[in-house]
């Protein structure tokens, strides 16, 4: 089973005058975290309601040039048991990456592989799907256009693969060619 899953962090920011220039660090600061190990996280800004009115708000709060931001950090977990474990192993791969920063899931949802699949079929305007068809190829012809063929490519001293010298290979995996 695959899940999304929707991470809430809380993410400091400092001499900051704006509540949009706050968005922009927090977002950058949290990109930079999380690039290159989890570029596949997305970063939106979060979504917040006052209390009482219910009314929406800015998803930053400045005191003192100095302010809180609540970002949304989505990412896709794969292969797991149940939506707990999901949202276990999402918040250990963000939250190895954002030290002392509060995380808090929000959602977690089943992914379903089939209705992605279908999403990425897109009818066509007479409301038939589309195919994929590759121009100007033969499944059953194996012959190679001699144009295509670059003599550069070929070594023609190259080493038989079932042949391995003893000198190339590393002591560790001695035992497994053996």
């Known amino acids: ?9 809380a993410v400091p920011v400092y001499d900051v005058s704006t509540e949009d220039e706050a968005v922009r660090i927090a977002i950058s600061k949290t990109g930079a975290m999380l690039n290159p190990d989890l570029n596949y996280v997305e970063i939106n800004m979060g979504e917040r309601a006052c209390p009482h009115c219910h009314e929406s708000i800015e998803p930053a709060f400045i005191a003192a040039d100095e302010s809180l931001v609540a970002l949304e950090l989505e990412m896709k977990v794969f292969n797991v048991e149940r939506e707990e474990h999901a949202s276990r192993i999402a918040r250990k791969e963000i939250g190895t990456q954002l030290e002392n920063i509060p995380l808090e899931v929000l959602s977690v949802e089943v992914v379903d592989d089939e209705a992605e699949a279908d999403a990425d079929a897109s009818p066509d305007e007479d409301g038939t799907e589309s195919e994929s068809v590759v121009d100007d190829v033969d499944a059953d012809d194996d012959t190679v256009d001699d144009d295509t063929v670059d003599d550069d490519t070929v070594d023609d001293d190259a080493v038989d693969d079932d042949t391995v010298d003893d000198d190339d290979v590393l002591p560790e995996f001695e035992d497994l060619i053996d």
Do not use: S
């Open 1 to 9: 089973m695959d899940c999304r899953v929707v991470v809430e962090a």
